[in-house]
Every structure is written in structure tokens, then in C-alpha cells.
């Protein structure tokens, strides 16, 4: 087992204007200092920046998504972590994390040995506690060290036995560190500084909430079970290697008193970790069970899934000295209309609340009825509310993608929000919107309608959990928030008015019309296509009854030479991006969102 330490080794020089205590003749001291954790193989996500991996080392061994009664869950096992301000983990660049730092008032052993013409003999072991520096006398010499702990305030690292066989605790954080080369101690004060590593396998479970976009408001039920998991042994105290076959191993057992809150926003937790530590061994079973889960909305209400409970078995095979991660990251679940799965309610973007910290890109609760909140009306292609999209395709990003987890949602695509509407492909754009002036599209098949909204009963995907049979999460129900048609253009940012509200609801799609139709014949721009929906009160020529057609609107495609893609603002309502499933194995994956 190979380790990367970092000594740092130098005299003093004394100081005239400083009182230093006067060591014997033939002794010195040395002073020990913890310099850090070495996490190198651990990748460090804040949700901020994307992660930079070797391609030698894939980050995610499996990962795949669980729909469930009520949520859906992303399960993965990777090598990733979530800064926690216990570990306080610093990275470069704020991309990969080299070390962490250790919690000032943790214990660590220190053993020296001298070396007699290159015979290492056991000379003491002093208790050091992690942010003071106390000094160590010795008598000159040249000396090897080694430094042990337990990564706790607590339990203390027992001194050596009659020999350098050192057996390790179950389940504990062991951490060793040894000089890489040794020390020649000649009458002046020396300093070590302390890199450790680890010995087990650290095994993080993470319990996140942030594709539900709203906290934990109690500890759910957890259970975390592994057979013959916990697995310990012996090590060679001079090297740091094991010596013998580990332990048979004991069960795992964890419960939600085992988890902890990680990086709490305004008091409201969105993610709990429970650690635990094992000696290397062949791939092992983790079974997890997960209920009794209440989230509190950013709308103040909450959603209780007492009737959802997931269980789920992944496999892992835990490396000594490497951190791994069991991620079950809880996600909304869509509602199945025809062949597309349809999120419960608009996109919005927000920012300036607790909530935005997390996650900026997020689904309504309750999926209400919103005219002119500007934080939901997108440009075709744009990604933040209230700003047009780069007239390069390079720059532009779709809002969809950068709910979390990252790629699971994405902008409907022309052939998905067609089966909605009356037209169909076949009286599209332009002369289907003449039609529905004269007050002679039919009614849209399979729509029901109310005063201020358009819906479509679902296939699946209903829960109580989100309310009743009717409710409006329930099913696929577009409020008329209305649409916004005119550019007004200052300083990148649009002057809106939003107009038909109470009367329209617009969606966009993520495609353009590019089939020579009639709007491009009759403009120099191009189309892009969205979804009008409306309800019609009763005329000559037909009842009342809920319509829903095909819009091509114009597009400037560079307004002015700003290079901005000039374009109507309308809401955007996600669907799940199948694509997903393969996008998300990739070694390059980083759940969450890079902004």
C-alpha cells in the first residue's frame, strides 16, 4: 500500500528579542503540526462547478433512476462528496479537492523511532491534539515517525503493544501518516507537518431532496443494511501495510439517527450523510430503505409521502485509503401523457431566496396560477428569464437541463407538444392561428378546460401525495399566464408586457420551424415552434371548448448585430429527457447543474 506524505523539515534559528526555553545538553524537541487529509482521489462537488477527473478513474460505477410512489430516485455509487463544513474540504480551483482540512481538537498518536545504523527502535509515543503544537523532547539523533488517529475528539489511538502489529478498531476513520524521509534532530527546535491518509474505505450515504426542490422539515425514516460489511484488520505500524487477511466482518446497520445535516441553508436541511468505514474486500450489497419522507414547498405548504417508500440494493466494492458515495438523490415525478413525461408544473428561476442557493432552476409547487411572474417567461432557446438567447448555438443552454439532477429534464421537443393540439402537423403555424380566429378549430381531442386553463387527464403518474384525482398536479394542466410578443431591448435586459393573461398560455418547444412553411416564406427570420392554448367561449360557429394549436412565431435570429436571438417570451413546462439514461453513465457526469 503506497502513501503520499509531505514532511516538512527545518531548524530554527533563535531569535535574540524571544525567551526560548533552554533544551538539556544532547536534546532537542520537535513540534508537530496537522497539515491536512489527503483526498485526492475524491472529487469535491458544490454545485457551482463541474468536476475534473482522470480518465483513468470513472467516477460512477452504476447509476440509474428508481420511479417510485409518488418521487422518483436518482441511486448512484461514485466517488463523489459533497463539501460538509465538518471536513471543511478546500479545492483547487474549486473544481478538485487535493486535501481537507482536520477539525482542530482531534487526537492523533504520534510513535518515533530512532534509527541505530539503520535499525529502527521504538522510543515513545505521545497523545497530540489536531490545531495545538506541543513540543516533544528527544535526544539527538536520526528518527522516523508515525502518526495514527481515529479522525475523533474522542477516541483516543492506544499506545503500541510489544511489537509494531497494530490492530485496527471497526468502523472507525483510521488515518496514518509516516516521514518519507527521516529526521535528524541536532539541538534545535524541529517542525513536522502532518499529511495523513486513509486506511480504510470511506463510505458516504447521501439523502438529497434538491430534485423536490424544497428541505427535509424532520429526519425521515432510513435504514442501511450490508452483510458481513464492516471489515477490519492488522498493520504493520512502520509501514502502514496490513498484515494477514482482514476480519470476517460484522453487519451494517444504519438508521436515521446516523445521519447528519450537510451544508444546511437558513437552517432548512436538503441533504443528510451518514459515513462508515470498512478494510477493502470483494463487491458487497447495500440495501437501503427510505419513507415517512415530508418536504416543505418554497409556497409554505408541505407534501407529505408517507404513503412513498423506496427500497433499493446497489453494489459496491469498498478500496482501502478511497472514498466512495452512495447517492440517493430524490427527485419530482413527471406525469405520463401518451408517450411523453411531462413535469407537474412550470420551470421558474430564482435566486434571492434559501432555496435558490440550491436550486436556482426549479418546478412551481402546487403548479399555481401565475400571470406576470416574469421569473417564468423564457425567450426561445433562453435559459434566464427576462434576457434573449445567444445568437450562438455554443451559448445557449436549456433552462430544462440545469434543474437538478443535471440532463434529467429537458425543453419539449415539436413532435412532443404536437399530440397536444388540434392542428397535429396538419394545419400548422400561420393558417391553423387564421382558423382559430374564425372560430372553426375543433376542440383539442382528450383536453378538458376551465376558465383560466387547459389540461390533459395522465396515463400515469398520479399520486395523492400531490392531491386528488382532479387536483392540478395531478395532471398536465397549463394555466393561461398569458405571452409576451414584443422586444424591447435595453442593456440586454427585455421590457415586458405580458398580454392575454387570463386568456393564453404559450409553451415553448425546443425546436425551430424549418420546413419552408408559410412564416418562413413570408419573413426573413425563421419560426420557432410553441404550444397556444386557450379557452373559447360560445359563438356562432362552435361551442365552448378548449383549444390548443402549433404557434410558429418569428425570430430574429441576430437582433440588431447584438448577436441576441429577438423573440417572444412564454413559459416553459419540461419533459423528461430520455436521453438521460446514458448521458448520466458517462465519466464526465456531474450531477449537479453547472450554471
Known amino acids: 500500500m503506497t502513501y503520499c506524505t509531505i514532511t516538512v523539515t527545518s531548524s530554527c534559528t533563535k531569535n535574540n528579542s524571544q525567551t526560548e526555553q533552554e533544551d538539556p545538553d544532547g536534546q532537542s524537541q520537535i513540534t508537530v503540526r496537522i497539515a491536512s487529509i489527503n483526498e485526492e482521489d475524491l472529487n469535491i462537488i458544490n454545485g457551482t462547478k463541474s468536476s475534473s477527473l482522470k480518465a483513468t478513474t470513472p ?20 466517488n463523489i462528496s459533497p463539501a460538509t463544513t465538518k471536513t471543511e474540504i478546500k479545492a483547487t480551483n474549486g473544481i478538485r479537492a487535493a486535501s481537507s482540512t482536520m477539525e482542530t481538537g482531534t487526537l492523533y498518536r504520534l510513535f518515533l523511532y530512532k534509527n541505530n545504523n539503520n535499525t ?8 497530540l491534539i489536531a490545531g495545538s503544537e506541543s513540543p516533544i523532547q528527544l535526544s539527538n539523533g536520526i528518527y522516523k515517525w508515525v502518526a495514527v488517529s481515529y479522525n475523533s475528539k ?92 482482514t476480519t470476517t466482518g460484522t453487519d451494517l446497520a444504519l438508521t436515521q439517527n446516523d445521519f447528519t445535516d450537510i451544508n444546511p441553508v437558513a437552517g432548512q436541511t436538503y441533504q443528510k450523510v451518514a459515513y462508515f468505514y470498512t478494510a477493502g474486500q470483494p463487491t458487497k450489497d447495500l440495501t437501503i430503505t427510505l419513507s415517512d419522507l415530508i418536504i416543505k414547498l418554497d409556497d409554505g405548504t408541505t407534501r407529505n409521502f408517507f404513503l412513498s417508500t423506496l427500497t433499493q440494493t446497489k ?12 447517492l440517493v438523490g430524490i427527485a419530482e415525478s413527471a406525469l405520463t401523457l401518451g408517450t411523453t413525461k411531462w413535469a407537474r408544473s412550470n420551470l421558474f428561476y430564482r435566486t434571492s431566496d434559501a432555496l435558490g442557493v440550491k436550486t436556482p432552476y426549479r418546478f412551481y409547487p402546487n403548479n399555481p ?32 437541463s440545469l434543474v437538478y439532477p443535471a440532463g434529467l429534464w429537458k425543453t419539449p421537443s415539436e413532435a412532443q407538444i404536437t399530440p397536444l393540439t388540434s392542428n397535429r402537423g396538419l394545419l400548422d403555424g400561420a393558417l391553423g392561428s387564421v382558423l382559430d380566429l374564425l372560430g372553426t378549430m375543433p376542440a383539442t381531442p382528450g383536453s378538458n378546460y376551465g376558465t383560466i386553463y387547459i389540461e390533459y ?49 404559450g409553451i415553448w418547444s425546443s425546436d425551430r420551424v424549418l420546413d419552408g412553411g408559410i412564416l418562413d416564406q413570408l419573413s426573413t427570420g425563421v419560426g ?35 448577436g441576441l436571438v429577438a423573440s417572444g417570451f412564454m413559459n416553459v413546462r419540461c419533459v423528461r429527457d430520455e436521453s438521460w439514461a446514458v448521458a448520466s453513465t458517462s465519466a464526465n457526469y456531474n450531477p449537479y447543474p453547472v450554471l
Open 528 to 562: 420557432a415552434w410553441g404550444y397556444l392554448g386557450s379557452t373559447k367561449s360560445m359563438s356562432l360557429f362552435q361551442p365552448q371548448r378548449a383549444i390548443a394549436t402549433k404557434s410558429a412565431g418569428l425570430l430574429n435570429i441576430d437582433l440588431l448585430g447584438s
Open 315 to 326: 453494489s459496491i466494492t469498498p478500496e482501502r485509503g478511497k472514498n466512495h458515495r452512495l
Open 59 to 78: 467516477h460512477h460505477h452504476n447509476i440509474n433512476i428508481v420511479e417510485g410512489d409518488g418521487f422518483d430516485a436518482i441511486i448512484a455509487v461514485d
Open 154 to 245: 474522542t477516541d483516543q489511538v492506544p499506545d503500541r503493544g510489544s511489537d509494531n502489529n497494530f490492530t485496527l478498531p471497526e468502523n472507525k476513520d483510521i488515518l496514518y501518516a509516516t516521514s518519507s524521509t527521516d529526521l535528524n534532530i541536532t539541538g534545535a527546535t524541529t517542525p513536522i507537518a502532518i499529511n495523513f491518509n486513509r486506511v480504510f474505505a470511506r463510505v458516504a450515504v447521501e439523502i438529497n431532496t434538491l430534485g423536490l426542490f424544497g428541505p427535509m422539515t424532520s429526519t425521515p425514516t432510513i435504514t442501511v443494511t450490508g452483510d458481513k460489511l464492516l471489515k477490519s484488520g492488522t498493520i504493520d505500524l512502520t509501514t502502514g501495510e496490513f498484515i494477514g487477511n
Open 120 to 127: 529502527y527502535s521504538f522510543v515513545k509515543s505521545v497523545t
Open 369 to 400: 396560477y401565475l400571470p406576470n411572474q416574469q421569473e417564468s417567461f423564457f425567450s426561445f432557446k433562453g435559459h434566464l428569464p427576462g434576457r434573449l438567447a445567444s445568437a450562438n448555438p455554443a451559448n445557449q443552454k436549456d433552462p430544462c
Open 457 to 505: 387527464p395522465v396515463t400515469a403518474g398520479f399520486n395523492p401525495a400531490y392531491g386528488g384525482t382532479t387536483s392540478r398536479t395531478n395532471r398536465v394542466r397549463f394555466y393561461y399566464n398569458g405571452i409576451q410578443n414584443s422586444v424591447i431591448l435595453a442593456n440586454g435586459l427585455i421590457n415586458m408586457n405580458i398580454v392575454e393573461a387570463g386568456a393564453t398560455v
